[in-house]
């Protein structure tokens, strides 16, 4: 059936839905593994995933997935989400489906997450092109969503790494992108005496503009107070006017030269 007649046909139940908020909705409708049933019915989202190959499916299944320990669960529960949710941030081969566990475990509180999404920026190799580079930059913005200390020592090491200089403008600008991913990332971490002090040697070594601004709006939020001053341009040495005493050994030197 054609996108359009199959919306027509569902005008009067789209619209109900709408109108209570139903978030996703027309993703879903869209989908082209769609059937009407879906917009009354909610799949498990641990058989999606168990059963289906399709991305989209898996992809929504791993976004309506909570960290179970929030809200009461048992730690076998905690256990088994975290770990299909690390299994798909690192090796799930679909980027869609590999990027919804990355946002998910960005929400999570247990110190695996922090593993999980540290282990996925690491993988993004696997992947080719700007799906690679976009899981890295989402895996280092989940890291700082998480707020988990255990996650700062990564993103400072992403954030200090220089930018090669042998890859194509296109990987330099893959790499910035990461780089600045990180800094933004480490603005999350409130009262850290640790990110002021990465993005104070971000300040005096970086030449990127951009990235200094980032660094100041970082080290802000981090710590509360201005950033440091930046170190301004190397003066000149000034020069000195001969003593008398000069003076007179390069006019003795003059003449005993001649």
């Not at 509180?109 to 593993?115: E, G, K, L, S």
């Amino acid at each position: 059936m054609a996108l359009h007649e199959k919306l027509i046909r569902l005008a009067p139940a789209l619209l109900a839905i709408g109108m209570g908020g139903c978030a996703n909705m027309w993703d879903d409708v869209t989908a082209r593994n769609f059937k009407f049933k879906d917009l009354y019915t909610r799949k498990d989202p641990v058989t999606v995933l168990n059963t289906s190959d399709d991305g989209d499916e898996r992809a929504k299944a791993l976004r309506s997935l909570t960290e179970p320990r929030a809200r009461g669960g048992t730690e076998v529960e905690q256990e088994r989400t975290i770990e299909v949710l690390s299994r798909a941030a690192i090796s799930e081969p679909q980027p869609c489906v590999r990027i919804a566990a990355i946002e998910t475990l960005g929400k999570f509180q247990d110190p695996r997450a922090v593993t999980a999404l540290t282990g996925a920026y690491e993988a993004a190799g696997q992947l080719s092109g700007d799906a690679a580079a976009n899981v890295r930059c989402l895996a280092l913005t989940s890291l700082g969503q998480t707020k988990r200390p255990e996650a700062i020592a990564h993103l400072v090491r992403v954030a200090q790494t220089p930018t090669p200089t042998d890859l194509s403008d296109r990987e330099r600008q893959q790499a910035r992108d990461c780089r600045l991913a990180a800094v933004r990332a480490l603005g999350h971490f409130e009262h850290s005496r640790e990110v002021g002090d990465a993005m104070t040697r971000l300040l005096q070594t970086e030449k990127d503009v951009a990235m200094r601004d980032r660094a100041k709006e970082t080290y802000a939020a981090a710590t509360g107070a201005k950033p440091p001053a930046e170190p301004g341009p190397t003066d000149p040495p000034t020069p000195t006017a001969p003593t008398p005493a000069a003076e007179a050994f390069q006019l003795t030197g003059a003449t005993t030269n001649r």
